[in-house]
């Protein structure tokens, strides 16, 4: 199989399929893969007949491009052969918990790949109208492809959502790089009164809690950690030195062990913080990460640390295992 885009950097055949599509291409399905993988990896999954499924291309963590099968042809991706037989279905490399999110390098690789598929099939406009119902029932031009979603066939939450919300800014940017008016018929409208999100902390230095937003006296150990935000949700965990990662906490209350603060009074050395953007911060501003860092006893702050990432020299915590930490400060950034 010869690779249909310049950007596939490996073309990995895969038997599960049904042929040549029976409808005229009008129709791009994204997927997530509900796993960080390079484009090869999951090429290697869908080349095993057992595994019964496939997609036309595939996108890695590391911004790789796979091709498992030709365009012409009827992957078995979104459980609607309908769909399958009028699309050009994309897995994307993703976390593996909700909102499923993808890395900066896969993302970039998704919109090239979109603009390169529209420019090769003559299509000049990307349309997302986040609506089932108008978008099976819409009629394309010969110029426009339409984004569907798998959740729309089954029960499933593919994309993820990190991705659905992101459809919208997706159609627009591959239709504004076609040259094409705007791709994408929003469901919302963006609004400047939608508040940014803010972040909250506080840290236990010597079994006192210190004042919100402080973020340590040097030279004493931190043994726990609490966290909260004004809109959206926000998880995070601590790793005690000598042992182990502690369970994920979600909730802001120093006085509640179980789900108010991460710790259990030992020192920590390490600290993993995951923001989750709601759809109307989403609209009105983009997506914001945790942003984070600790310093370890009396030396100076390692890098920051962007959520769970571990792309682009992140490791996704802040901290050094055996390292105890003195000082903590997070904050929320797109």
Known sequence: MKADSSLVTSVIYSPNNSGKRVYPLTRVSVHCVVGQCVASSLGNLFSNASFEASSNYGVGKDGSIGQYLPESYRSWCTSSYDNDNRAITIEVASDTYAPYKVTDAAYKALIKLLVDICRRNGKKKLLWFGDKNKSLSYSPKSDELVMTVHRWFANKS??????????????????????????STPTTTPST????PAV??????????QKEGFTGTAGKAITDIAIKVTKGSVKYRVHVKGGSWLPWVTGY????HSNGYAGN???????????????DVVNAHGYYKAKYLVSPLKKGF??????????????GYAGS??????????LLSK
Not at 172 to 182: A, D, I, N, P
Not at 201 to 209: C, E, I, K, L, Y
């Open 321 to 330: 295992h055996g390292k105890t930490i003195d000082r903590f400060q997070v």
């Open 200 to 209: 909250t902390f506080r840290v236990r230095q010597g079994g006192t809690w």
């Open 302 to 315: 390692y890098s920051y640390q962007y959520d769970t990432e571990t792309t682009n020299g992140q490791d």
């Open 253 to 256: 209350n120093t006085s509640e």
């Open 193 to 196: 009164n939608v508040a940014k």
């Open 265 to 279: 009074g030992k020192a920590i050395d390490a600290v993993q913080v995951y923001y989750s953007t709601p759809a």
């Open 158 to 183: 593919c994309p993820g959502d990190y991705l659905y919300n992101l459809h919208g800014t997706i159609a627009s940017e591959v239709t504004k790089q076609l040259g094409g008016s705007s791709g």
